[in-house]
């Protein structure tokens, strides 16, 4: 019997990284990189994100925007840093997500482009355009560097699909991308396929970018 517990997969792209004369897998944050990576952990903790799990790359700039993040965020997760992670299609970060025990109900995955990018559109995508899979549209989403999407679904890990997680915020980190976050429920139908409700793409500031519709009263926000 598929479960119907509340789940959140939290993507988290590495802060920015610098480019010394090193393998890839070995490259450090940046000053900048450095400097964003504590925001977000501050961020997630204010908005109650609190992982019960952490999933991250083993490459160098993952692991420290980790060690940055972790001090901001508080709590006491189980953290795996998983080699299988690092430079991932969004197909294979699907699959560790799916792998997930029961027992955890909110998960950050920390690993890069362009595969995390990949797998939030495919996530938030309808599933006939089955994004993870590379046969779908080009990604809607595009997350920079130090950049979290937050996706909410019911059911178990492994029932996790393209289009069934449609993204309840995503925010950055500079002014650029940084205040922007969608805000979106999803409540199942009686046939247990998930239904979004109204959404919008806001500024978590509760400004709006040009172009978009003034806000309502009720409206959704970043939660």
């Not at 805000?183 to 040009?210: C, L, M, Y």
């Amino acid at each position: 019997m598929a479960s119907d517990t509340t789940r959140r997969l939290i993507l988290l792209r590495h802060a920015k990284s610098d480019w010394p004369d090193v393998p890839d897998r070995d490259r450090p944050l940046a000053k900048r990189g450095r400097r964003d990576a504590p925001r977000i952990g501050r961020w997630l903790h204010e908005h109650g994100y609190q992982p019960d799990v952490v999933v991250v790359s083993a490459a160098a700039r993952t692991r420290q925007t980790w060690d940055l993040v972790a001090p901001q965020l508080g709590g006491s997760p189980s953290v795996r840093f998983e080699p299988r992670a690092y430079a991932a299609s969004a197909l294979t970060l699907l699959y560790l997500a799916r792998e997930l025990p029961a027992r955890y109900r909110t998960a950050l995955l920390i690993a890069h482009n362009p595969g995390l990018s990949e797998l939030a559109a495919s996530l938030a995508a309808p599933p006939e355009s089955d994004g993870a899979t590379g046969n779908g549209p080009r990604p809607a989403i595009s997350l920079p560097t130090a950049a979290v999407a937050v996706f909410e679904f019911s059911g178990d890990w492994p029932s996790l699909t393209p289009g069934h997680a449609p993204p309840i915020c995503k925010p950055g980190t500079d002014e650029r991308h940084s205040l922007m976050a969608r805000a979106i429920r999803t409540s199942r139908s009686s046939v247990g396929q998930p239904q979004p409700k109204q959404a919008e793409w806001r500024r978590a500031d509760g400004g709006w970018r040009k172009g978009e519709p003034s806000p309502q009263k009720g409206e959704p926000r970043c939660r």
